[in-house]
């Protein structure tokens, strides 16, 4: 392991794309695109190297998070790794396993990524994100909702994948609310692949034993790397029966939006810690004026997929 | 069980809420009670005007400069919603 | 009263029943929204990623054990809430230290039980098993609900154990408990409805308990259940959520054999509870 003081090199691959940052890592990433921005510094670093056991006046947010009011962070997931967000350009990885185990980069790009993006000032939505006619259309909400699924499956209609489980907005962009391209990358577990045809055969576990995958859209060198406008959030959530009277797609008033929209702000707690309720809520505003927000409810079994994801493409170029 | 506020009282937002606006329109949430409130476009020139501590009689008095309207209506239009705005705590009545 | 105030009970044993009577009582007069019952159900997922500040579907099965009751310490703890659901036993899960909530977080529980020669069939009927497959599960001490290796559910796993010994680990825990037979909030709503409203804190006239329990009547459930729908009704017996919610319907039920297995599973705890007729 590299000391702390250990300077990054450009790894073979060169320098990564995340999120509108030019990525230099010690660890291998294989999901992001290559960086063919402007030769400029890196904004963000990813050390491999010691992090300490307790920083320095933090607070423990949950038994698996500390935080400091310097915004500083430290996750730690026993048995894999330990994070420290040390500033908006450095987060230093101490890995338990293979450095170049999925397992790390599935806390990396988690919370370790919805605090920087904290850290950063922008607004991280609990959303998976595609590209529909040059728009962004996030599909929002809690784990299991079935925003990767139904990302996938829009991807499968010739739509480009601009984001995973955590939406990065932009709502101070001239011209209104832009999303920050992430990476090709959804994670999915068995029963969604297997309900849109897809097997698990050589792909990455999203952890040892479990049988949730990455799944990795061919060519990240192709990965279109501009933001883009935010043009509709569905806020997404399953359910096991029809209930009658209920559309599957219902256009949300602005006060059901923005208290749907705040439901789904990405690590809330550490953000209301760092003083940041008061302008993630502004920030709901802006999104909320200038897109429109849906309630959309799915069936559990994921039947009438195909009439969902036509209301979604219709709903983004309308 | 609601009391109605009297002219001579001052009021302003209260410290812990959040406020976020749509169109022009303001939409709070109270963060102790985790309720959220829409204000039309009345409600939210209020809203504007409490930016700053005053008494409900100036409120008023300024309201009825800015709207047409029987005054006595105009009154009783604000003070139900002042009251409903500190039921939700999202002003600060002294 | 300060502390979780839990609505514990065996599942398919009118916990949801008593969030509908709970619900009515908040609420007043007028019929009773069945999609919009008050409560959080204990394993929600969505609690534990907010507590946790991680997706707990990235967690293993055992790490999402040993965190739950350290979930509800990294959240400051409801000032005035409504009661929580759970179907969990009173015991440490697999990969657990400690039971699923902190001892010296709760502060008044509900225990409501019911017959489990009742209970089987409703059992079968809700997760589309066979009579027999529901009762050899209600006999299984490892017995666990919400998991899936295949998918994400939206509970973390429960140990539910089985009926005997979910009943004794409530009844033993040493927590500030009420304990409530489902047989007699049905034979004698009001003083039982009353309990459970005092246990949790509330003293409600007796009018307004009466009128919670009209409109938490089962027939009326049920038409609303058909009508409307449920929500919280499972994939397997789809709107089908609220039974007929009668005691003693086993004698229809099950066969002769099936019930002497259910006696000869809990025969002592059903004794101890007077089911033993």
């Not at chain 1, 991807?155 to 480009?160: E, I, L, P, Q």
């Not at chain 3, 017995?143 to 009926?163: A, Y």
């Not at chain 3, 089962?218 to 058909?226: H, I, P, T, V």
């Amino acid at each position: 392991m590299s000391g702390e003081s250990g300077r990054v090199t450009a790894g073979p691959g060169g320098d990564l794309f995340l999120c509108g940052w030019r990525v230099r890592s010690d660890l291998v990433l294989p999901e992001l695109a290559p960086w063919n921005g402007d030769e400029q510094e890196p904004d963000l670093t990813i050390r491999i190297g010691a992090v300490p056991a307790r920083l320095d006046g933090a607070l423990d947010v949950s038994p698996l998070l500390q935080v400091t009011s310097q915004r500083q962070a430290r996750l730690s997931i026993d048995g894999v790794a330990s994070y420290w967000l040390r500033s908006s350009h450095e987060i230093v990885v101490d890995p338990q396993m293979a450095a170049d185990s999925p397992d790390i980069r599935t806390f990396l790009f988690g919370t370790v990524l919805g605090l920087l993006v904290h850290r950063r000032g922008l607004m991280p939505l609990h959303a998976s994100c595609i590209r529909i006619g040059g728009k962004g259309v996030a599909i929002s909400g809690m784990s299991g909702a079935g925003k990767s699924t139904l990302a996938a499956a829009l991807t499968r209609r010739g739509h480009a994948l601009v984001s995973d489980d955590i939406c990065v907005i932009d709502t101070g962009a001239v011209g209104g609310p832009v999303v920050w391209p992430a990476f090709p990358r959804v994670k999915l577990w068995q029963d969604s692949l297997e309900a849109m045809g897809m097997g698990s055969d050589g792909l990455e576990a999203n952890r040892f034993g479990q049988r949730k995958y990455y799944l990795r859209f061919a060519g990240a060198a192709d990965f279109q790397t501009a933001p883009v406008p935010l043009k509709a959030v569905h806020l997404l959530r399953a359910q096991n029966v029809a209930l009658s009277g209920q559309a599957d797609i219902q256009k949300l008033s602005p006060m059901a939006a923005v208290a749907g929209l705040n439901d789904q702000i990405y690590r809330k707690r550490t953000a209301a810690i760092w003083g940041r309720e008061g302008e993630l809520f502004k920030a709901i505003g802006q999104i909320v004026s200038a897109a429109d927000v849906y309630r959309l409810t799915r069936r559990s079994d994921f039947s009438q997929l195909d009439s969902l994801l036509r209301s979604i493409e219709d709903d983004a170029v309308s | 069980m609601r009391s109605t506020l009297s002219l001579t009282d001052t009021v302003s937002r209260a410290q812990k809420h959040l406020a976020t606006e749509v169109d022009g329109n303001f939409i709070l949430m109270s963060i102790e009670g985790g309720t959220y409130c829409g204000l039309d476009e009345i409600a939210s020139d209020i809203w504007r005007r409490l930016a700053r501590p005053l008494t409900v009689e100036a409120l008023c008095q300024a309201m009825a400069a800015n709207y047409r309207g029987d005054r006595e209506q105009i009154t009783a239009d604000v003070l139900e919603l002042l009251a409903s705005l500190r039921d939700q705590r999202l002003i600060d009545v002294g | 009263m300060s502390g979780l105030h839990l609505i514990a009970s065996y599942p398919r044993s009118g916990n949801t029943w008593v969030r509908a009577l709970l619900t009515a009582l908040m609420r007043g007069d007028g019929p009773l929204d069945i999609n919009a019952l008050e409560g959080p159900i204990a394993s929600d997922r969505s609690f534990f990623d907010n507590a946790l500040e991680i997706e707990t579907s990235d967690l293993l099965p055992d790490e999402q054990r040993r965190l739950r009751p350290l979930a509800h310490r990294a959240v400051p703890p409801p000032g005035k809430s409504f009661p929580i659901k759970t179907h969990d036993a009173w015991l440490p899960a697999p990969g657990a230290a400690e039971p699923p909530f902190p001892r010296e977080a709760v502060g008044a529980v509900v225990l409501i039980i019911r017959d489990p020669r009742d209970v089987a069939p409703s059992f079968a009927t809700y997760y589309g098993v066979t009579l027999d497959e529901a009762i050899a599960w209600m006999a299984r001490p490892e017995l666990s609900i919400g998991n899936s290796t295949q998918g994400l559910r939206p509970q973390l796993p429960q140990l539910v154990s089985s009926w005997s010994a979910h009943t004794a680990s409530w009844l033993d825990s040493g927590l500030n408990l009420t304990r409530v037979r489902y047989e007699d909030l049905l034979a004698d709503p009001l003083p039982t409805f009353a309990a459970i409203a005092r246990a949790f804190g509330q003293s409600a006239p007796a009018d307004l308990l009466a009128s919670a329990i009209d409109a938490s009547r089962f027939d009326r459930l049920q038409a609303a259940e058909s009508s409307e729908g449920f929500r919280e009704s499972s994939p397997e017996a789809p709107n089908r959520f609220f039974g007929a919610g009668t005691a003693g319907g086993w004698r229809q039920r099950l066969t002769a054999a099936q019930a002497s297995r259910i006696l000869r599973d809990h025969g002592p705890m059903m004794r101890d509870l007077g089911y033993d007729d």
